[in-house]
């Protein structure tokens, strides 16, 4: 039983090993035939609705930006009195 549990993660293993191989092989660069194959005005377009869509999202979240730029104390305030309830 286990022996055929192991050959099932290997070869699990060894197909996702695959997939990976096949990803880092794959073309990372737009050769020179496929540059000269695309079509500036589709390309213009679609750059101009990305933009306009990266617009309309706005920031993607602002309040990790605004604990950055102003950090806060690590206990409320009501403690630092040294106070242990919130009664004042």
């Known amino acids: 039983m286990r022996l055929a549990?192991?050959?099932?993660?290997?070869?699990?293993?060894?197909?996702?090993?695959?997939?990976?191989?096949?990803?880092?092989?794959?073309?990372?660069?737009?050769?020179?035939?496929?540059?000269?194959?695309l079509d500036v005005d589709v390309a213009?377009?679609?750059v101009e609705q990305l933009r306009r869509r990266l617009e309309a999202l706005g920031p993607v979240n602002p309040w990790?930006?605004?604990?950055?730029?102003?950090?806060?104390?690590?206990?409320?305030s009501w403690r630092s009195n040294g106070r242990t309830s919130r009664t004042p």
Do not use: F, M
Not at 7 to 23: H, I, N, S, T, Y
Not at 65 to 75: E, H, L, N
């Open 44 to 46: 213009e377009t679609k």
């Open 64 to 76: 990790p930006i605004a604990s950055i730029a102003k950090p806060r104390s690590v206990w409320p």
């Open 5 to 37: 549990h192991a050959q099932d993660a290997l070869g699990d293993a060894r197909e996702r090993l695959g997939v990976l191989k096949q990803r880092h092989l794959s073309p990372r660069a737009v050769t020179a035939e496929e540059a000269g194959a």
